[in-house]
């Protein structure tokens, strides 16, 4: 069975929603990322990174959230998680997902952990870096934003559901506390973030993760 280590209001989400999404048997696996369980020897078997998600599909160990994304997509294809391969949308889909992973969710990770690029006690250097970042995620959303703009769609890549939703999903929830613009504050982010909110799929996530509101 499936199992997907995880802990709360993570990058574990985007997984955590495409399982439920799917229906298909797997097993929650949660790890105390508070008391560093992510940093344990029994993870770091699963993930030498000592990061999440990790998901076990049999013997098959995977880390990295849009490696998981794409391996639940590539062996459940009858849920058209992803357009058909070969095509420009396909093409434009690993655009995307690897533009959320390496430019957008890496510059949020940036906010959220400036003292991993500080030298301990640069509480000055910290507090910088972070608001730098915060500024530069401003304009990362705005693309998002504007790309539904493009388009017109309901969902990220238009008239489709698709497995990036919930990684759009997840990272503009992440902004819901920024000083200011967070994402939900976009004219065509808001109304689709209450789109994903109304989800089944995620309306289980966020209930077995224990998460509360305000959700974005």
């Not at 369980?37 to 599909?57: F, M």
């Not at 959230?65 to 590539?74: E, G, K, R, V, W």
């Not at 889909?93 to 030298?119: D, G, H, S």
Request: glycine share 6%; proline share 8%; net charge neutral.
């Amino acid at each position: 069975m499936i199992q997907l280590h995880f802990a709360p209001s993570t990058a574990c989400m985007i997984p955590h929603i495409l399982l439920e999404e799917l229906g298909v048997p797997y097993q929650r696996v949660p790890v105390d990322k508070q008391n560093d369980g992510h940093k344990a020897p029994a993870y770091l078997k699963l993930n030498p990174n000592g990061l999440l998600p990790a998901l076990t599909d049999g013997d098959l160990v995977l880390y990295e959230t849009a490696a998981i994304c794409l391996h639940l997509c590539d062996t459940h294809p009858q849920a058209g998680l992803l357009p058909a391969l070969g095509t420009h949308e396909r093409a434009h889909a690993y655009k995307w997902l690897m533009w959320l992973t390496n430019t957008l969710q890496a510059t949020l990770i940036v906010y959220f952990y400036p003292e991993r690029w500080m030298n301990e006690g640069n509480a000055a250097g910290v507090a910088e870096l972070k608001a730098r970042a915060q500024v530069r995620v401003g304009p990362l959303i705005d693309q998002l934003d504007a790309e539904f703009a493009r388009h017109g769609g309901r969902w990220f890549l238009g008239a489709a559901y698709s497995a990036l939703d919930p990684y759009v999903f997840t990272l503009c929830r992440w902004t819901r506390n920024f000083s200011s613009a967070p994402a939900r504050e976009r004219p065509h982010l808001g109304p689709y973030l209450q789109r994903m909110l109304e989800r089944p799929a995620v309306q289980r996530m966020l209930t077995n993760e224990g998460l509360a509101a305000p959700f974005v």
